[in-house]
């Protein structure tokens, strides 16, 4: 079991910064990887950066160049650093972390996640 705890959320102005921080407790030597998603208000959950064990990064085309994913082995924690922010970028950011396992040839992936923090972002 992996618990998810994130922090940081908050109202900022169009153009502002905000980092966002996750903590991740219990299980996490399983933890494959881990990233941040980020569910606006009648739609669905989706990713705005993930960060792999082998250090590879993926961002969200609408975040690129502006948001920077960092992650921490040692402490367990992920944070996303948040530049230029847009009114678009309101949402609920939620940490997720990603178990994967292969038993008999099947890949099983297994996600935990975070409370969630509210961005709010004001034009």
């Known amino acids: 079991q992996v618990q998810l705890v994130e922090s940081g959320g908050g109202l900022v102005q169009a153009g502002g910064s905000l980092r966002i921080s996750c903590a991740a407790s219990?299980?996490?030597?399983?933890?494959?990887?881990m990233g941040w998603y980020r569910q606006a208000p009648g739609k669905q959950r989706e990713p705005v950066a993930v960060?792999?064990?082998?250090?590879?990064?993926n961002y969200a085309d609408s975040v690129k160049g502006r948001f920077t994913i960092s992650r921490d082995n040692a402490k367990n924690t992920v944070d996303l650093q948040m530049n230029s922010l847009k009114p678009e970028d309101t949402a609920v950011y939620y940490c997720n972390a990603r178990i994967t396992t292969i038993r008999w040839n099947r890949r099983y992936e297994n996600d935990y996640w975070g409370q969630g923090t509210q961005v709010t972002v004001s034009s």
């Open positions: 219990g299980s996490t030597f399983s933890i494959n990887a």
């Open positions: 960060f792999s064990n082998g250090g590879s990064t």
